[in-house]
């Protein structure tokens, strides 16, 4: 079956610009988490929702940063006012059934360059 | 704080030798560890994990190994071939979290 979709896979944006970076998680899988990796670092965890409730967003840097979830499948990763820092590659990843062990589906990612 | 360290960012192995990856952690809280393999423009694909009550766990030509007491764990892959050349990431979990943390990664080329 399909994986897990992201879109766009590439976005330059001029600093200040806003962005929208959407995934569209395995079908039926309720969790869905956000992670940002950086240049030859690993992926860092931004944020997590369960369905449409957001449990986590300790890792989301600054209140820049807005995710959503409205009906339980397809995420929006909201960044508000680009800032050179923010250039990195945005990772989504679904898990079936929300069990912490499960295996997380990861999407090839969106590469973010601000300018 | 990097709670999960790969300090070897690449290796470079014959094929048919052994692959072995090194991956140590600070908190002690860990208790399910991970590592995935990335290739270029594609997402991380989970390739094997362990729990903390084990020491080792076997997939193929895929095994990691837990030591607790050293906060350390090791992805050997025996035999290597050229399609495992990628980048091999270490990651854990604690509790009741599906929260990854991932360290730094190591790239690895097979040579053939």
């Known amino acids: 079956g399909a994986g897990v979709s992201q879109s766009p896979r590439y976005k330059v944006a001029k600093r200040g610009q806003d962005v929208a970076l959407r995934c569209d998680p395995i079908s039926g899988h309720v969790s869905l988490f956000w992670y940002q990796q950086a240049l030859g670092q690993g992926p860092e965890f931004l944020t997590y929702f369960q369905n449409e409730a957001q449990l986590d967003k300790s890792g989301l840097p600054s209140d820049r940063f807005f995710a959503e979830r409205p009906e339980g499948s397809v995420s929006t990763l909201k960044i508000q006012r680009t800032q050179q820092e923010d250039s990195a590659v945005y990772l989504c990843?679904?898990?079936?059934?929300?069990?912490?062990?499960?295996?997380?589906?990861f999407g090839p990612g969106t590469r973010l360059l601000v300018l | 704080d990097q709670q999960v360290k790969q300090n070897s960012p690449s290796l470079s192995v014959q094929e048919g030798r052994i692959s072995i990856l090194n991956c140590d952690y600070t908190n002690s809280m860990f208790d399910y560890f991970l590592w995935y393999k990335k290739y270029p423009a594609e997402g991380p694909t989970f390739l094997i994990s362990i729990s903390s009550i084990k020491d080792k766990n076997e997939d193929g030509r895929f095994t990691v190994f837990l030591n607790k007491s050293a906060k350390h764990l090791s992805l050997h892959i025996v035999p290597s071939q050229p399609g495992d050349s990628a980048v091999y990431f270490c990651?854990?979990?604690?509790?009741?979290?599906?929260?990854?943390?991932f360290g730094q990664g190591t790239t690895l080329q097979v040579k053939p």
């Open positions: 990651a854990a979990k604690t509790g009741n979290t599906g929260k990854l943390i």
């Open positions: 990843a679904s898990a079936q059934r929300g069990y912490p062990r499960e295996t997380q589906y």
